[in-house]
């Protein structure tokens, strides 16, 4: 396989690895490819993988028998030496614990989460490090992440294969296409680039309308299908939602004496994001401009590291606790398992009953703040959610209260 240039020689292509995984499965003993294929190639085992660089070598190769140099790789190796190794580090935050609990929280059970705050918060660089805290990839997940990589052309020449959870980051000019995938041959869009690890979306009152209401169906799915005149096709789109938004068009809190959006400007701006997309947000959380003093102290945060700890043991008990369901952490439990795995005590569905009613919290809330509770409670592994974990996440519904409805 690969593409012919004039001269002879090989130039690179696409979708190599799902390629070669065809190849073994019928049966196929090895593979010739351009030179800067083969390590992507050479992640499958049992099929031999050859790279070349002009077409005059496979001729010489069949018809006189010169040998070309094969490509050998230990895939679990290279997946092992590069498995923790990250560009960012929550150490380097100044500040801002609330937003860092939060982001926790939302690893731990795999939510999505929308950071609210001023320009120059800090919200991006809360994002950037997601990562950096979520279980690492299985051998697995890794495989099929590289697939979808690999078939939209995404492959560096060195890159073989991939070891971290992507973090794709796309522009609020993004078309409806770009973000879900399509063309006349239907390619990957972000949502499956982010499969497995996390799709930001910074300032999302600024994507088009259009662009956000196609995300609603591949975030309950966990998959986004493509359909042409002749044929389907369906790519996974399993990602945690990251996003990020100023708390008004003039970018400060309505309660700030600085802000200067009116309150039909403010109403206009919040009514970008409808109510069935922020549905599918569980965690809300205000992140507030940073002060001096913090941003002087010399004191490093906690470690990305340390905070993985407690997000993997908390992974852990999910896991434990849906083996025989269809669901793998918090985030993905439906009304039905809310029953059985979120009951509260007394002292926790009055506590709900009163927040509901005093913070005018929307009736959509409800099922969120359990959810959240029973991560916050994991993460402390206790068995039953307690009245400080529906309070802490009640918390984090910033959006659902009528300080926003001005």
């Known amino acids: 396989m690969g593409e012919l240039s004039l001269d002879g020689s090989l130039q690179p292509i696409k979708g190599v690895l799902p390629i070669a995984i065809n190849a073994r499965e019928e049966g196929f003993k090895g593979i010739i490819l351009p030179k800067q294929n083969t390590r992507e190639a050479a992640i499958v085992n049992n099929l031999d993988v050859y790279g070349v660089e002009n077409i005059r070598e496979v001729i010489d190769f069949f018809n006189e028998g010169t040998p070309l140099e094969k490509t050998v790789l230990d895939t679990r190796k290279e997946f092992q030496d590069k498995i923790n190794s990250f560009p960012f580090d929550f150490s380097e935050v100044k500040g801002q614990e609330t937003a860092k609990r939060a982001m926790e929280v939302a690893a731990a059970g795999g939510h999505n989460i929308i950071l609210i705050g001023p320009p120059g918060s800090g919200k991006t660089m809360l994002a950037k490090r997601v990562p950096s805290i979520l279980p690492p990839l299985t051998l697995k997940e890794a495989l099929e992440t590289t697939k979808i990589h690999s078939v939209a052309g995404k492959m560096g020449t060195e890159t073989s294969l991939m070891t971290v959870r992507p973090f794709r980051s796309p522009h609020h000019t993004i078309s409806d296409v770009a973000l879900v995938g399509g063309g006349s041959y239907p390619q990957p869009g ?145 009304s039905r398992e809310l029953e059985k795995f979120c009951e509260l005590d007394d002292t926790s569905f009055n506590l709900i009953k009163m927040a509901m009613e005093k913070l005018n919290l929307s009736a959509r809330a409800y099922d969120r703040i359990l959810k959240v509770a029973r991560t916050i409670a994991d993460l402390e592994e206790s068995e039953k959610i307690l009245s400080h974990h529906v309070s802490e996440a009640i918390q984090y519904r910033s959006l659902d209260r009528e300080f926003w409805n001005v």
């Open 190 to 334: 972000e949502i499956s680039l982010a499969h497995n690890g996390v799709l930001f979306l910074d300032e999302m009152p600024e994507f088009k309308r259009t662009v956000l209401e196609v995300m609603r169906q591949p975030l309950e799915d966990r998959e986004v299908t493509i359909s042409r005149a002749r044929f389907t096709v369906n790519y996974p789109s399993s990602f945690m939602l990251v996003a990020s938004m100023n708390p008004s068009p003039s970018g400060y809190f309505p309660d700030d004496p600085n802000n200067t959006s009116s309150v039909f400007e403010m109403q206009r701006y919040m009514n970008k994001l409808s109510g069935p997309l922020l549905d599918r947000i569980d965690i809300h959380v205000e992140v507030q401009k940073v002060e001096f003093e913090q941003l002087a102290e010399k004191r490093k945060g906690e470690k990305s590291e340390d905070i993985r700890k407690r997000v993997l043991i908390a992974r852990e008990i999910q896991n434990e606790r849906y083996k025989d369901l269809s669901i793998s952490y918090n985030a993905q439990i439906g």
